[in-house]
């Protein structure tokens, strides 16, 4: 079992930045590849980005590379995701989840799941 908590979302301007966290706590943090979901009022949950469990092999959406980047400190528990150069539609609630499964992108996949971060993102 893990319990995932979400942090960092706030209102900022269009070409800011931001760092969201996940803390993790329960058994095994390291044993799961972990995630970033994110869901816009009235849509689908979209996947951001993945990342292993030794956080060498990563995946992301093709909307968000080369302005994402997810990471992971196994010894803080903790799984992040640096958004740069924000824009309107990076507006959403950003979720964590984590699995046992590498490189998924399909959040049926995934077992566990905090309770999201709102970023809104103003022009």
């Known amino acids: 079992q893990v319990q995932l908590v979400e942090s960092g979302g706030r209102l900022v301007q269009a070409g800011d930045s931001l760092r969201l966290s996940c803390a993790a706590s329960?058994?095994?943090?390291?044993?799961?590849?972990m995630a970033w979901f994110r869901q816009a009022p009235g849509k689908a949950r979209d996947f951001v980005a993945t990342?292993?469990?030794?956080?060498?092999?990563?995946r992301y959406a093709d909307s968000v590379k080369g302005r994402f980047t997810i990471s992971r400190d196994n010894a803080k528990n903790t799984v992040y995701l640096q958004i740069n150069s924000l824009k309107p539609e990076d507006t959403a609630v950003y979720y964590c989840?984590?699995?046992?499964?590498?490189?998924?992108?399909?959040?049926?996949?995934?077992?566990?799941w905090g309770q999201g971060t709102q970023v809104t993102v103003s022009s």
């Open positions: 329960g058994r095994a943090f390291s044993s799961y590849s």
């Open positions: 990342i292993s469990w030794s956080g060498g092999g990563t």
């Open positions: 989840a984590a699995t046992f499964a590498n490189g998924a992108t399909n959040p049926t996949v995934y077992m566990y």
